[in-house]
C-alpha cells in the first residue's frame, strides 16, 4: 500500500484516486455506477456516503461511530489530517444547526 505523497508525478492524482478507491472496496464500500466519486456502505441507522474531490474527502454519515472507525482505517494507509465540520465544499458554503444543514 501506498503511504507516501505522490505529489508533483504526471499520474499522481490517478495513481491516489486508484489507491483510495481500493481501500475504500477492501472497506465495503460500493462506488456509485453514477458518480464515480461516491461511495456508499450500509444503509438505515448504518449508512456512510464518502465523496472524494482531488485531495478531500468528505464524510456524511448516520452515527458519529461509523467516521471514526473509518479514521481509523485510512490513518492505517494514508496521511490525512482533520478540519472537522465542513464550511466549504466545491466552492460552495455549507452551514449547520441542529437539525438543518444549508449550502
Do not use: W
Amino acid at each position: 500500500m501506498l503511504k507516501k505523497k505522490l505529489y508533483g508525478l504526471k499520474q499522481a492524482l490517478r495513481a491516489r484516486q486508484n489507491n483510495i478507491d481500493e481501500h475504500l472496496h477492501i472497506l465495503g464500500f460500493v462506488k456509485s455506477p453514477s458518480e464515480v466519486t461516491l461511495y456508499v456502505r450500509g444503509m438505515g441507522a448504518n449508512l456512510i456516503i464518502v465523496s472524494i474531490y482531488i485531495d478531500n474527502v468528505l464524510v456524511i454519515r448516520s452515527d458519529e461511530k461509523l467516521t471514526k472507525e473509518l479514521k481509523v482505517e485510512m490513518l492505517k494507509v494514508f496521511e490525512m489530517t482533520n478540519l472537522c465540520l465542513m464550511s466549504y465544499f466545491l466552492k460552495m458554503e455549507v452551514k449547520k444547526n441542529h437539525d438543518r444543514i444549508f449550502v
